[in-house]
């Protein structure tokens, strides 16, 4: 074992052990690495300043990855986000009404939909409106408001009161983070009541997520694990990965 005395390799180590167990506790690894818990809670607080994982209370998280503008986040992992946008086809439904909400995966979805779809799709974000105007069978509503301009949202009250009219058979979150104890995470304190409304108006609730999103937490807290009915990921996430919100009667669907 390194010398757990140097700080440096002594956060390594916590990084290590955050990988792999997917959270680590101050009185755990104060324990295990022989120093103090004043020193344990030093170490956290110097990874969180370097962005390198979430404290919380009593110890730490994987952090959800850095968040970008929309337009900047756009650009990034193009092939991941189509192959989870196909994979989306399988719990959408003629007759549906599907609540969506913003962000560059919600918007691969609606640019990949089965182009005979006949439904109704109810969203906050005028890109995924655009896109969901050249289907002859989808009925389009989109939800106004304020606009964030960094997100390409509609987040606002008015927009809120809106959404509460709907009784929705489905709803598309856009989340930066899901942890199966912390549950669903957001980067944007606006959007908070805008999530929670989709949960509270929706019948499935579904979390489409890259990878790097699995295990992490973001600094806004949307919903508990629970509320969530179905996560849509990639095909590379291991079983292991999976088997805790499985655990929690969380339907799983992989990317092809």
């Known amino acids: 074992m390194p010398n757990m005395d140097l700080p440096q390799e002594r956060r390594q180590a916590i990084l290590q052990e955050l990988h792999l167990h997917g959270k680590v506790i101050a009185g755990e690894l104060s324990n295990l690495y022989g120093v103090s818990e004043d020193t344990i809670r030093r170490d956290l607080r110097e990874l969180a300043a370097a962005g390198l994982l979430k404290r919380v209370h009593g110890g730490a998280l994987p952090i959800s990855p850095n968040h970008a503008p929309y337009l900047e986040r756009d650009k990034q992992n193009p092939t991941s986000k189509a192959r989870l946008a196909m994979a989306a086809r399988q719990v959408v439904h003629d007759g549906q009404l599907i609540l969506m909400g913003g962000g560059t995966t919600n918007t691969g979805i609606a640019k990949n939909l089965p182009p005979t779809l006949r439904a109704t799709i109810v969203t906050i974000s005028p890109q995924i409106a655009l896109h969901l105007s050249v289907y002859p069978t989808i009925e389009v509503i989109l ?113 092809g």
Do not use: W
Request: charged share 20%; with cysteine.
């Open 143 to 255: 939800i106004g408001g304020r606009l964030n301009k960094s997100e390409l949202v509609t987040s606002d009250a008015e927009a809120i009161d809106q959404i509460k009219h709907f009784q929705a058979d489905a709803c598309f979150l856009g989340v930066c983070g899901v942890h199966p104890e912390v549950g669903c995470t957001i980067y944007e304190y606006e959007e908070v009541s805008i999530m929670r409304t989709f949960i509270e108006q929706s019948g499935d609730v579904i979390a489409t997520v890259t990878a790097e999103k699995l295990g992490t937490a973001g600094p806004y807290s949307v919903a508990p694990i629970e509320a969530i009915t179905h996560i849509i990921t990639e095909k590379q996430v291991d079983d292991d990965v999976l088997a805790p919100y499985q655990a929690k009667g969380i339907q799983i669907i992989k990317a």
